[in-house]
Antibody, heavy 120, light 108 residues
Framework: QITLKESGPTLVKPTQTLTLTCTFS??????????VGWIRQPPGKALEWLAL???????RYNSSLKSRLTITKDTSKNQVVLTMTNMDPVDTATYYC????????????WGQGTLVTVSS | EIVLTQSPGTLSLSPGERATLSCRAS???????LAWYQQKPGQAPRLLIY???SRATGIPDRFSGSGSGTDFTLTISRLEPEDFAVYYC?????????FGPGTKVDIK
Protein backbone atom coordinates (compact mmCIF):
# COMPACT_ATOMS: atom_id res chain seq x y z
CA GLN A 1 0.00 0.00 0.00
CA ILE A 2 1.35 3.37 -1.04
CA THR A 3 0.88 6.33 1.26
CA LEU A 4 2.17 9.89 1.19
CA LYS A 5 1.84 12.53 3.87
CA GLU A 6 2.74 16.20 3.81
CA SER A 7 4.07 18.02 6.85
CA GLY A 8 5.21 21.52 7.63
CA PRO A 9 4.02 24.81 9.07
CA THR A 10 0.39 25.80 8.79
CA LEU A 11 1.16 29.50 9.03
CA VAL A 12 4.03 31.48 7.57
CA LYS A 13 4.64 35.21 7.40
CA PRO A 14 5.07 37.14 4.17
CA THR A 15 8.67 37.06 2.85
CA GLN A 16 9.46 33.91 4.85
CA THR A 17 10.60 30.63 3.34
CA LEU A 18 8.25 27.66 3.41
CA THR A 19 9.67 24.17 3.88
CA LEU A 20 7.38 21.19 3.35
CA THR A 21 8.22 17.53 3.72
CA CYS A 22 6.54 14.64 1.95
CA THR A 23 7.05 11.33 3.76
CA PHE A 24 6.04 8.29 1.78
CA SER A 25 5.89 4.53 2.06
CA UNK A 26 5.13 1.60 -0.21
CA UNK A 27 7.60 2.53 -2.96
CA UNK A 28 11.19 3.59 -3.36
CA UNK A 29 12.45 6.77 -4.96
CA UNK A 30 15.55 4.87 -6.03
CA UNK A 31 13.51 2.74 -8.46
CA UNK A 32 14.04 3.66 -12.09
CA UNK A 33 11.28 5.83 -13.50
CA UNK A 34 9.75 6.85 -10.19
CA UNK A 35 9.08 10.48 -9.32
CA VAL A 36 7.45 12.52 -6.56
CA GLY A 37 5.81 15.84 -7.23
CA TRP A 38 4.25 18.78 -5.43
CA ILE A 39 0.96 20.36 -6.42
CA ARG A 40 -0.94 23.15 -4.70
CA GLN A 41 -4.51 24.41 -4.67
CA PRO A 42 -5.57 27.82 -3.37
CA PRO A 43 -8.94 27.75 -1.60
CA GLY A 44 -11.72 27.33 -4.14
CA LYS A 45 -9.32 27.36 -7.08
CA ALA A 46 -7.70 24.93 -9.46
CA LEU A 47 -4.70 22.66 -9.07
CA GLU A 48 -1.25 24.03 -9.89
CA TRP A 49 1.79 21.81 -10.38
CA LEU A 50 4.91 23.08 -8.62
CA ALA A 51 7.83 20.67 -8.91
CA LEU A 52 8.85 17.08 -9.52
CA UNK A 53 11.93 15.07 -8.63
CA UNK A 54 12.92 11.77 -10.23
CA UNK A 55 14.72 8.70 -9.00
CA UNK A 56 17.91 9.87 -10.72
CA UNK A 57 17.71 13.30 -9.03
CA UNK A 58 16.52 15.00 -12.20
CA UNK A 59 14.26 17.91 -11.25
CA ARG A 60 11.49 19.83 -12.99
CA TYR A 61 9.93 23.10 -11.88
CA ASN A 62 6.93 25.18 -12.81
CA SER A 63 8.53 27.79 -15.03
CA SER A 64 6.58 30.66 -13.46
CA LEU A 65 7.76 29.76 -9.94
CA LYS A 66 11.15 28.25 -10.67
CA SER A 67 13.18 31.03 -9.07
CA ARG A 68 11.44 30.43 -5.74
CA LEU A 69 11.36 26.62 -5.61
CA THR A 70 13.82 23.93 -4.61
CA ILE A 71 12.99 20.23 -4.47
CA THR A 72 15.24 17.63 -2.92
CA LYS A 73 15.00 14.01 -1.86
CA ASP A 74 16.35 11.81 0.90
CA THR A 75 15.96 8.29 -0.41
CA SER A 76 17.06 6.66 2.83
CA LYS A 77 14.31 8.46 4.74
CA ASN A 78 11.68 8.14 2.00
CA GLN A 79 11.22 11.89 1.99
CA VAL A 80 10.96 14.68 -0.53
CA VAL A 81 11.36 18.28 0.59
CA LEU A 82 10.04 21.38 -1.14
CA THR A 83 11.19 24.86 -0.25
CA MET A 84 9.50 28.00 -1.51
CA THR A 85 11.07 31.36 -0.82
CA ASN A 86 9.55 34.81 -0.41
CA MET A 87 6.09 33.63 0.54
CA ASP A 88 3.14 35.92 -0.19
CA PRO A 89 -0.53 35.78 0.82
CA VAL A 90 -1.37 34.59 -2.71
CA ASP A 91 0.62 31.44 -1.90
CA THR A 92 -2.01 30.45 0.64
CA ALA A 93 -3.09 27.00 -0.51
CA THR A 94 -3.36 23.33 0.25
CA TYR A 95 -0.09 21.72 -0.76
CA TYR A 96 -0.13 18.12 -1.95
CA CYS A 97 2.58 15.63 -2.78
CA UNK A 98 1.93 12.75 -5.14
CA UNK A 99 3.86 9.88 -6.67
CA UNK A 100 4.50 9.28 -10.31
CA UNK A 101 5.16 5.54 -10.47
CA UNK A 102 6.77 5.50 -13.92
CA UNK A 103 7.58 7.65 -16.89
CA UNK A 104 4.57 8.22 -19.15
CA UNK A 105 2.22 7.91 -16.15
CA UNK A 106 0.55 10.79 -14.31
CA UNK A 107 0.39 11.47 -10.60
CA UNK A 108 -1.19 8.41 -9.03
CA UNK A 109 -1.31 8.35 -5.25
CA TRP A 110 -1.74 11.64 -3.42
CA GLY A 111 -1.22 12.76 0.14
CA GLN A 112 -4.08 14.28 2.10
CA GLY A 113 -2.65 17.76 1.64
CA THR A 114 -1.61 20.41 4.11
CA LEU A 115 -3.10 23.89 4.26
CA VAL A 116 -0.52 26.65 4.44
CA THR A 117 -1.71 30.15 5.24
CA VAL A 118 0.49 33.14 4.53
CA SER A 119 -0.36 36.03 6.81
CA SER A 120 1.35 38.51 9.06
CA GLU B 1 3.76 26.11 -22.10
CA ILE B 2 0.65 24.14 -22.99
CA VAL B 3 -2.54 25.73 -21.65
CA LEU B 4 -5.58 23.54 -21.00
CA THR B 5 -9.12 24.87 -21.21
CA GLN B 6 -12.06 22.91 -19.83
CA SER B 7 -15.71 23.31 -20.68
CA PRO B 8 -18.26 23.78 -19.44
CA GLY B 9 -17.25 25.39 -16.19
CA THR B 10 -20.24 23.84 -14.47
CA LEU B 11 -22.43 20.99 -15.63
CA SER B 12 -25.78 20.56 -13.86
CA LEU B 13 -27.22 17.10 -14.34
CA SER B 14 -29.40 14.54 -12.60
CA PRO B 15 -28.33 11.09 -11.41
CA GLY B 16 -28.55 8.60 -14.24
CA GLU B 17 -27.78 11.19 -16.92
CA ARG B 18 -24.74 11.20 -19.17
CA ALA B 19 -21.97 13.74 -18.56
CA THR B 20 -19.61 14.90 -21.28
CA LEU B 21 -16.64 17.04 -20.22
CA SER B 22 -14.25 18.70 -22.63
CA CYS B 23 -10.55 19.50 -22.32
CA ARG B 24 -8.86 21.51 -25.06
CA ALA B 25 -5.12 22.12 -25.30
CA SER B 26 -3.41 25.17 -26.76
CA UNK B 27 -1.12 22.85 -28.74
CA UNK B 28 -1.07 19.19 -29.55
CA UNK B 29 -0.70 16.77 -26.63
CA UNK B 30 0.51 13.22 -27.06
CA UNK B 31 -2.37 11.09 -25.82
CA UNK B 32 -0.05 9.12 -23.56
CA UNK B 33 0.38 12.26 -21.50
CA LEU B 34 -3.23 13.27 -20.92
CA ALA B 35 -4.94 12.40 -17.63
CA TRP B 36 -8.20 13.11 -15.83
CA TYR B 37 -8.73 13.48 -12.09
CA GLN B 38 -11.78 13.67 -9.86
CA GLN B 39 -11.81 15.81 -6.73
CA LYS B 40 -14.47 15.90 -4.05
CA PRO B 41 -14.69 18.65 -1.42
CA GLY B 42 -12.04 18.32 1.26
CA GLN B 43 -10.31 15.46 -0.54
CA ALA B 44 -7.20 15.05 -2.62
CA PRO B 45 -7.64 14.47 -6.35
CA ARG B 46 -8.08 10.90 -7.53
CA LEU B 47 -6.66 9.64 -10.82
CA LEU B 48 -9.43 8.45 -13.13
CA ILE B 49 -7.97 8.21 -16.63
CA TYR B 50 -4.41 8.07 -17.97
CA UNK B 51 -3.16 7.87 -21.51
CA UNK B 52 -6.33 9.73 -22.53
CA UNK B 53 -8.47 6.58 -22.45
CA SER B 54 -7.18 4.04 -19.91
CA ARG B 55 -8.98 3.74 -16.60
CA ALA B 56 -6.85 3.77 -13.49
CA THR B 57 -7.05 0.93 -11.01
CA GLY B 58 -10.47 0.56 -9.43
CA ILE B 59 -12.22 3.13 -11.61
CA PRO B 60 -15.72 2.02 -12.70
CA ASP B 61 -16.34 1.46 -16.39
CA ARG B 62 -18.96 4.21 -16.52
CA PHE B 63 -15.95 6.55 -16.78
CA SER B 64 -14.34 6.72 -20.20
CA GLY B 65 -11.86 9.00 -21.90
CA SER B 66 -11.27 9.75 -25.54
CA GLY B 67 -9.66 12.22 -27.86
CA SER B 68 -6.37 13.13 -29.43
CA GLY B 69 -4.29 16.11 -30.49
CA THR B 70 -5.85 19.13 -28.85
CA ASP B 71 -9.33 17.85 -27.98
CA PHE B 72 -10.06 15.35 -25.24
CA THR B 73 -13.28 14.20 -23.59
CA LEU B 74 -14.23 12.56 -20.32
CA THR B 75 -17.59 10.82 -20.39
CA ILE B 76 -19.55 9.51 -17.43
CA SER B 77 -22.18 7.25 -18.94
CA ARG B 78 -24.68 7.29 -16.08
CA LEU B 79 -24.08 9.60 -13.17
CA GLU B 80 -24.09 8.04 -9.74
CA PRO B 81 -24.59 10.20 -6.61
CA GLU B 82 -20.88 9.85 -5.77
CA ASP B 83 -19.82 11.25 -9.17
CA PHE B 84 -20.83 14.82 -8.39
CA ALA B 85 -17.45 16.48 -8.03
CA VAL B 86 -14.89 18.61 -9.85
CA TYR B 87 -12.95 17.07 -12.73
CA TYR B 88 -9.54 18.22 -13.93
CA CYS B 89 -7.59 17.30 -17.01
CA UNK B 90 -3.79 17.38 -16.93
CA UNK B 91 -1.06 17.13 -19.51
CA UNK B 92 2.48 16.11 -18.72
CA UNK B 93 4.12 15.61 -22.07
CA UNK B 94 6.36 18.61 -21.85
CA UNK B 95 8.65 19.40 -18.97
CA UNK B 96 5.76 21.40 -17.56
CA UNK B 97 2.84 19.61 -15.98
CA UNK B 98 -0.29 21.69 -16.44
CA PHE B 99 -3.84 21.28 -15.16
CA GLY B 100 -7.01 22.62 -16.63
CA PRO B 101 -9.27 24.93 -14.58
CA GLY B 102 -11.73 22.15 -13.85
CA THR B 103 -15.37 21.31 -14.57
CA LYS B 104 -17.78 21.07 -11.69
CA VAL B 105 -20.50 18.48 -12.09
CA ASP B 106 -23.32 19.31 -9.73
CA ILE B 107 -26.78 18.00 -9.07
CA LYS B 108 -29.57 19.59 -11.05
Amino acid sequence: QITLKESGPTLVKPTQTLTLTCTFSGFSLSTSGVGVGWIRQPPGKALEWLALIYWDDDKRYNSSLKSRLTITKDTSKNQVVLTMTNMDPVDTATYYCADRPRLSYPFDNWGQGTLVTVSS
Amino acid sequence: EIVLTQSPGTLSLSPGERATLSCRASQSVISTYLAWYQQKPGQAPRLLIYGASSRATGIPDRFSGSGSGTDFTLTISRLEPEDFAVYYCQQFGSSQFTFGPGTKVDIK
